[in-house]
C-alpha cells in the first residue's frame, strides 16, 4: 500500500498508483481572475470609445440647421449678471440662453449637451470645470 501524502491547503488531489499529483486551485483562481479583469478593462475602454462617437453622431455638425430650436428667448431678457448666447441650451446646444460666467475658483458644474443638460452657469475662458471648481489649465504645447 503507497503511504499516504497530506494534501496541501487550496489544492485538488489526482492519485493514480503509484503517483499522487497536486494542482493548486487557487493559482488557477487568480490567473482566471486576470483574464476577467483584463476583458473587463479592454470592454470599458470599447464602452468609451463608443461613447464618444455616438456623441459625435448624435451632435453633428448639421443637427441643429436639421432640428432647429423651438424655443425662443429674447436678447434682452437676460439680466445683468447673465449673457445672452445663442447656441447654449438644448439638445446639442442649440437654442439661446441666459448663461452666468464663473471666475476662478468658484463652484461649477459638467454636463452633457447630448442629453439635453443646460448649464445656467459655466467657466469664463479659458477656465475648465474640474472636480467641480472652475480651473485655470495651462495650455498644450
Not at 501524502?5 to 493548486?24: G, W
Not at 490567473?31 to 464618444?52: G, H
Not at 455638425?61 to 434682452?76: E, F, G, V
Not at 454636463?111 to 459655466?122: D, F, H, R, V, W
Amino acid at each position: 500500500m503507497a503511504p499516504r501524502r497530506d494534501k496541501p491547503a487550496n489544492s485538488c488531489m489526482l492519485s493514480s498508483a503509484p503517483t499522487t499529483v497536486f494542482i493548486r486551485l487557487d493559482k488557477i483562481r487568480i490567473t482566471s481572475n486576470v483574464v476577467n479583469m483584463k476583458a473587463v478593462f479592454v470592454l470599458a475602454v470599447l464602452l468609451c470609445a463608443l461613447a464618444l462617437t455616438l456623441g459625435d453622431l448624435v451632435c453633428g455638425t448639421n443637427y441643429c440647421k436639421q432640428h432647429p430650436c423651438t424655443n425662443s428667448l429674447a436678447r434682452s431678457s437676460c439680466r445683468t449678471p447673465s449673457v445672452y448666447r445663442a447656441s447654449h441650451a438644448g439638445k446639442c446646444a442649440c437654442c439661446p440662453a441666459c448663461v452666468t460666467f464663473l471666475d476662478e475658483g468658484r463652484p461649477c458644474k459638467t454636463y452633457s449637451k447630448e442629453l439635453g443638460e443646460t448649464p445656467s452657469a459655466i467657466c469664463r475662458e479659458p477656465l475648465k470645470c474640474l472636480t467641480g471648481v472652475c480651473t485655470k489649465v495651462p495650455p498644450r504645447g
